[in-house]
C-alpha cells in the first residue's frame, strides 16, 4: 500500500486557472509537508503542517493555499497559475519534528500551457 | 544559497565500481540526512547521520561527516545498474523544524 498517496499525478492546465492538488498519508505520522521541486531537481520546502497546524510558510505567492482538514491529509490549492507555477509538486510526511526521515509521495507535475 | 550542496553534479561509473558523493554546507546541523530519487519517483531516505557521529553504515551505503569542515560523502560500493538515479543531502537544523536540500548528483551506472 502506498504510503504517501499524491493526485493527480499529472495536471495540466491553462495560465490563470485554480487547481488543487491532494494528499495523504497512511503511516500515522503527524508532520507532512509540500515541496516544489524545478527543473534543475532544486528541492525547495513551501509548507509544513503539525497535526493540522501551519509550522512553516517559506517566502511562497499568497496565490498557494494549504489546507489540512486532518493530520493524515494536507491538501495544496493554487490560485491564478503562472507560467512559473511549472514544477513537480512533491508531499512528504514524517513523525515528529523536521529532523525525522520524511517518506514522500511520487509527485504531481504541473505543467502550465 | 543553498544549504547544502553536492558534488559532482552528475558522475558516470561502471558497474562493480565505488560511487562517491560529497555534500557541503554553512550552518550548524543537527543532522545530515541522504535521499535517493529515481526518474519519475518521489525521494526516498537512505541513511541518517546525527551531527555527533562521524561514520554510519547500512548495506552498501557508507556515510561520513566531518562537522569541522561542514561536510559529508555518501559512498556507494559494488554499484548496480539499479543505483541508477539522484542522490541528495538534506541538513536538519537545531530548530528542528525542516530539512534543506541540496541540488543532488545524478548517478548513472553503466552495465
Known amino acids: 500500500d502506498t504510503a504517501v498517496s499524491q493526485t493527480p499525478k499529472y495536471l495540466v492546465t491553462q495560465m490563470g486557472n485554480d487547481k488543487s492538488i491532494k494528499c495523504e498519508q497512511n503511516l500515522g505520522h503527524d508532520t507532512m509537508y509540500w515541496y516544489k521541486q524545478d527543473s534543475k531537481k532544486f528541492l525547495k520546502i513551501m509548507f509544513s503542517y503539525n497535526n493540522k497546524e501551519l509550522i512553516i510558510n517559506e517566502t511562497v505567492p499568497n496565490r498557494f493555499s494549504p489546507k489540512s482538514p486532518d493530520k493524515a491529509h494536507l491538501n495544496l490549492h493554487i490560485n491564478s497559475l503562472e507560467l512559473g507555477d511549472s514544477a513537480v509538486y512533491f508531499c512528504?510526511?514524517?513523525?515528529?519534528?523536521?529532523?525525522?526521515?520524511?517518506?514522500f509521495g511520487d509527485g504531481t507535475r504541473l505543467s502550465i500551457l | 544559497s543553498q544549504q547544502g550542496e553536492e558534488d559532482p553534479q552528475a558522475l558516470s561509473i561502471q558497474e562493480g565500481e565505488n560511487a562517491t558523493m560529497n555534500c557541503s554546507y554553512k550552518t550548524s546541523i543537527n543532522n545530515l540526512q541522504w535521499y535517493r530519487q529515481n526518474s519519475g519517483r518521489g525521494l526516498v531516505h537512505l541513511i541518517l547521520i546525527r551531527s555527533n557521529e562521524r561514520e554510519k553504515h547500512s548495506g552498501r551505503l557508507r556515510v561520513t561527516l566531518d562537522t569541522s569542515k561542514k561536510s559529508s560523502s555518501l559512498l556507494i560500493t559494488a554499484s548496480r545498474a539499479a543505483d541508477t538515479a539522484s542522490y541528495f543531502c538534506a541538513t536538519g537544523s537545531n530548530a528542528g523544524n525542516m530539512l534543506t536540500f541540496g541540488g543532488g548528483t545524478r548517478l548513472m551506472v553503466k552495465p
Open positions: 512528504a510526511s514524517s513523525q515528529g519534528d523536521g529532523n525525522q526521515p520524511q517518506h
